[in-house]
């Protein structure tokens, strides 16, 4: 449990043993791994509720690769408290622990806390379009599949970004129906929609990679292909040579002490030039 000011914010990272005065509810919905942005009650009269948020962090796939994914976590607004429930810490926790000291109510701090987790989300997302730029450098090369499943991380993480932003966006605009005066919560709204963009243009920008890349890979193999075929016709032209003249017929400068070399004179001379016939139509 991690306590800023008793008076206005308590904040409990499960698996922490919550007092029962927390609804279960509020638990319930910490706990859940797949629950949505939501809210209930948080009238304008009566300024009180449950507000549930996905913020986004970092971990790894199954590969060890980085990735980002979203998690819930749950604002229970009383009249003269926050509490806050998370299964992960929460982002941007010392800021918050800031805004508690200067906060005006439970409310204001749980949009303030709204706002951070939406700065965490264009933090990240810049983090993953900063790397999707360097990946332009590497597509031009691209041979193997490493790059392919870096990609496929970070896809998967902005599909968790656009789905959790989608819903966030949806929910901050019902709170500004009910609070259209408040200005942090505008705030917020800003930057969710940021965020948001932010996320759908660099999911766009990698789909657009990944394409490109099956295509880059492709195309290289094809030319190593290419180029192993053009390298076994000449080291085949040799063997010809040798076949012919090392049957036992009659064939020309068999006896001669000199028809060795006329014979290896002949079959390199005849692999340069099959080189470079290769060579001018762009095999190698």
């Not at 791994?33 to 209930?40: G, I, L």
Request: with cysteine; proline share 6%.
């Amino acid at each position: 449990m991690t306590t800023t000011d008793p008076t206005l914010w308590v904040h409990y990272q499960l698996p922490t043993t919550v007092p029962a005065s927390v609804p279960e509810a509020a638990l319930a919905a910490a706990q859940d791994p797949h629950e949505d942005p939501r809210f209930t009650g948080l009238a304008k009269a009566q300024p009180t509720g449950m507000l549930v948020l996905r913020a986004p962090y970092e971990t790894t796939d199954e590969n060890g690769r980085r990735a980002y994914h979203t998690s819930p976590i749950v604002l229970v607004v009383g009249e003269h408290q926050l509490v806050t429930l998370s299964a992960r810490p929460l982002p941007a926790a010392q800021a918050l622990e800031q805004a508690a000291a200067t906060a005006e109510s439970p409310l204001d701090l749980a949009f303030t806390l709204c706002w951070r987790v939406f700065q965490q989300y264009t933090a990240d997302t810049a983090a993953i379009e900063a790397v999707t730029r360097q990946m332009a450098k590497r597509v031009r090369d691209a041979a193997h599949n490493e790059l392919l499943y870096e990609i496929m991380a970070y896809e998967q993480s902005l599909v968790y970004f656009t789905a959790a932003l989608t819903h966030s966006k949806a929910l901050v605009a019902a709170l500004q129906d009910r609070f259209p005066e408040h200005a942090t919560l505008h705030r917020a709204a800003v930057e969710c929609g940021q965020a948001l963009t932010v996320a759908e243009s660099t999911e766009e920008i990698l789909d657009q990679y990944n394409t490109a890349i099956s295509s880059v890979v492709a195309n290289n193999l094809n030319l190593i292909m290419k180029m192993l075929t053009s390298v076994s016709i000449l080291l085949a032209i040799p063997p010809i040579f040798s076949g012919i003249w090392g049957q036992n017929t009659w064939l020309p400068w068999a006896k001669p002490t000199y028809g060795f070399w006329v014979v290896l004179a002949l079959s390199l001379g005849t692999a340069l030039v099959v080189g470079w016939w290769l060579h001018r139509k762009d095999y190698f």
